[in-house]
């Protein structure tokens, strides 16, 4: 659609929900046409009424069956949200359009909607019920354009990061601190020295550490905690400033480092650390892994679950008594024999399934997939023992095939399902296609 008949679009709602009612559910309120409830306190139809994309600026709270829910009233954060189309009947949408700047009303949504088609939750699962409404108490503040709005986010945030800034040479100054910054611009004052190695890119690093803002609050330590913070140097799971600062450090040596907002986290808060903040770390480094040293490690995990995983499977069979196999080692064990025609190369076979590992724990099935699962034999596009198996069933028949590692995901993990899994499926071939 384009924008114009957009706009014109929402113009006719905006008209259409001129046309209200009285109504006996929520005595004092009108219900517009689309199934809205809502009630002016305030109200100046000569101010300022957002458009489509337009940000708000709103004091709100939010009420379900009166039972309050959240409140961002006179809250320090400034809260603003963009209009945008409804997508449902009687969405908050329609009431944001109703509203001029200055104005205060109340809406009644329902629940259920909001929960199903805004945050994709089943609203049975969240204990909302068909009947439930949230009621929503609106204050109107300030209307900007979505290029203001903008721009003025853009002016916050440059005036943020200058202050920042500022802050950390406040800081430098009145500590008298005399270290040069490094080219990131993090200080790093030395406290203990230490003599063993460097740590490279690749190896792990396992250090003591506690972190405070400029002013001083703590924000997070391992010194008095059994649990110290590991990581592989290189895989950038951790700040930019230890990736910077690890590699300069010897095993055993202990520093301070200041490092800048943008080499810490940048625009974004995490917990009790504010976006655009300076960070003070104590940092002492225990224990280095190198790189050799973890491969090799890994080797021997994986030796060590591959002989797990092929006892496991052994001790299945024998335990279930399952002796029936391909010569590629699948195994298998027909549950219902049936006489009807067998899938060849090409031809579609039409199954249902239900997958799971050899304790039993469920993986998926073909419900979850439509109800039917179609498999094209010999194109190579499912597991190899899933279309070994699949190719030698006819139509009516029901098997159990296990599946050796080696012909499922193999030596790989593969989503949620870890290296060296054999798995079972519960086969029923329906039918079979041409192509």
Known sequence: MKRSNVLFAWGCL???MLFTAC???YPGYKETRSG???KFHNQNTSAPQPKLSDFMKVDMACYLNDSLYYDWQGSQHEVFTQLQEPIFKGDLQEAYAMMHVGDSASFYVKADSVAALYYEQDPAAVD???EDYF?????????????EFKADLEKMKASMMDNSRKALQDYIAANGIT???DSTGIYIIPMETGKGPYPKKGDKVEVDFATTLLNGQSVGSTFDSPDKLSFVLGEGVTIKGWEEIMPKMRLGERVKAIIPFDMAYGEHSLGAIPAYANLVYDIKLLNITTAAELKAEKEREMLALKAQSETAFLEYLQKNNITDHTASGLFFNKLVPADGIQPQKGQVARIKFVASYLDGTFLGDSEQLGGNYDIVVGEGRVLKGLEEGVGMMRVGEKTRFVL??????GEQSYGNIPPYSNLIFDVELLDVLDK
Do not use: D, F, Q, W
């Open 14 to 16: 905006a008209a259409m």
């Open 23 to 25: 109504n006996e559910k």
């Open 36 to 38: 809205l409830y809502y």
């Open 128 to 130: 909302l019920k068909p």
């Open 135 to 147: 009621r929503y108490e609106v204050k109107l503040l300030e209307v900007k354009s979505e290029e």
């Open 179 to 181: 270290v040069v910054p």
């Open 404 to 409: 050796p590692y080696t012909l499922a995901y």
